[in-house]
């Protein structure tokens, strides 16, 4: 059986065809076998190549269904990815269903996490589908992923031919945030976000989410005010750059972080530099858990992680089930106003007392 | 070959065998062929079951190592276990391994995670090792596991035979938390836990924190105060059980919650009620990102999950190596005190204002 849902890869017979050896010797070179000949050695990895033959895979036709479901996704410090697994794993309770995540690795040069190793590893391991978190993997390798295993991407913003997306609606979202900001005042808005690796191009959710924040600010007449701080990943790489913000002289009266866990560290830092809401409101994106506990009372947009998970695992048992017209799932955000937001305190009102 | 990393398993002779059937059927029942009676199936997957086969174990001791190491976590949503996952993923940078993580179900009669299906999940995905956090998994069966995988057991506080453990000193850690509330003089400690499920037995780390507890109170005189409060294992369960507690007539003036998540939600309770940390005092256990946030400022013990997670992988690693003797690895607590615990506020001394 060389076809499962109705998409196909190599067998040991086209390597052996295509080759031209027995598929005994294929066998042979993909075991490590002792007493094959590095010329065939090579002339069998060459078709493997070529063909993009999986053994695993498949194995996987023999054997029918693993029953497991893989993800990957960037890192597991950030709550958002968490709802994003919680969502996943409610949508399995009760089916026979076993979810494995992958974390991708970091990536050396930049801040970037790209993925490619830890979505390998999984369509190595038998899943029966894939959904990843992988806003940086190159569209045409993902297409050639989907063509052997069915995959559901989140958060990505391309017009995929075989794989299913699930999306918050990013330039909504933003400019929920936008709106938000200029209802109480401000003007001197900063954006909090992560290094050009990840804004790369227009189709991430940061480079979406700074977008809008740089065309609002233009609109409403604040170009001058346009500020972009580019930090690392973690709260603690917020807190550092928010805080070296805030001690320039002319700090911005709000700060727009492009994540939740980048607000927290701006919130560590306007907390450590003892000054309030009232004088540097902060808005995040996601509503993670803890972003309604008294104590962070954060503004967010809620972007329904856990609906987006379960909808993602929802997708992707469809397609394992046949379907292969790619469909996309777009999550509507929506604002969620806390005690981290404030009206701006204009001077010139001070001054007047 | 039936031995990797001197670990024996059977092997589809060792079936044959014992079924007293050729190699090639046992082969056709595995595959699910054709042309397999029924007798044949059921006296092969009897023999299969007896002498506990896995074919996919098989494979890999054929294939060799498949440089996949298996994590077995109960929940996303604990931060602790996050932090546990960032020290496992630092251990394995730079090497050829790859992380696979399977969370637990959730137990259907109890709040109580098991693990059994995610770790037979991991070790029918051919994973190179196991690192499991499940401390209620019996101990026979993990034995048994540990025959066919090498696997490192997270906060289990047994005396495996053929399995490798990482904990913390959950009873220094304990002693550290109730030291302090008595030196702040606080007398009415309640403590704040997991339901009965997890407190079973008495080598679970919350059953450990439990017993600590409780013998310290009789031990100091306050054994009349002694009070337990059950609860599930996220913020909002806590919250919803300290805030009942927090509106008895003798609460209490400290609260020691078994894990930080659920001190954030003490934490949470304690603000929405409008109280203070001189009213009331909590503190947690684990020292997640969080906990030293100004905004949250939570005094707690911090047993290292990072360094845990990363000793864990060391170990794996060792064993799939070929160490076959269990080693154990002891973290040793520190307190970290913060704004969350404060003196206590007697009563004698408020009546003579």
């Known amino acids: 059986m060389s076809n499962v849902t109705g998409r196909k890869f190599a067998t040991i017979e086209d390597v052996a065809r295509h080759a031209g050896v027995s ?3 294929v066998s042979k070179v993909i075991r490590g076998a002792y007493g094959v000949s590095d010329t065939m050695r090579e002339r069998v990895n060459s078709s493997i190549a070529e063909l993009n033959y999986r ?8 054997r029918g269904s693993s029953f497991t479901l893989g993800i990957e996704i960037p890192e597991f410090g950030n709550p958002f990815f ?3 697994l919680k969502g996943a794993t409610e949508a399995i309770a009760g089916t026979d269903y076993q979810l494995i995540i992958a974390p991708a690795d970091a990536g050396i040069e930049t801040d970037a996490v790209e993925g490619y190793r830890a979505l390998e590893a999984l369509a190595d391991r038998q899943v029966d589908g894939i959904v990843a978190v992988s806003p940086l993997v190159q569209a045409d390798w993902l297409a050639r992923l989907a063509e052997r295993t069915p995959v559901v991407m989140l958060g990505r ?10 999306v918050g609606d990013d330039a909504v979202g933003a400019a929920l945030v936008m709106d938000h900001l200029f209802s109480l005042g401000h003007e001197r808005i900063a954006h909090v976000t992560r290094s050009e690796a990840v804004t790369f191009g227009n189709s991430t959710p940061h480079a979406i989410r700074l977008g809008v924040y740089e065309r609002m600010m233009r609109a409403a007449g604040h170009g001058s005010h346009v500020e972009v701080v580019r930090t ?5 790489h917020s807190f550092e750059a928010t805080r070296a913000l805030l001690q320039t002289p002319n700090r911005p009266t709000a700060i727009f972080a492009a994540h939740d866990e980048l607000a927290l560290g701006a919130l560590r830092a306007v907390g450590a530099l003892g000054l309030t809401a009232a004088e540097v409101s902060v808005i995040g994106y996601d509503d993670i858990d803890l972003a309604d506990h008294p104590a962070i009372s954060l503004t967010t947009v809620d972007q329904a992680g856990v609906e987006m998970g379960r909808q993602a695992v929802r997708l992707l048992i469809e397609q394992i089930a046949g379907r292969s017209e790619p469909v996309e799932y777009v999550s509507t955000p929506t604002l969620k106003v806390r005690g981290s937001t404030a009206p701006v305190r204009r001077r010139s009102l001070l001054r007047r007392r």
Chains 1, 2 share one sequence.
Do not use: F, L, Q
Not at 55 to 62: E, K
């Open 82 to 84: 968490i709802r994003i």
């Open 55 to 62: 053994p695993r895979v498949a194995a996987r036709a023999m």
């Open 157 to 166: 913003h391309d017009d995929a031919s075989n794989y299913d997306r699930v």
């Open 23 to 25: 598929r005994a010797a």
């Open 232 to 236: 690392g990943p973690t709260e603690r």
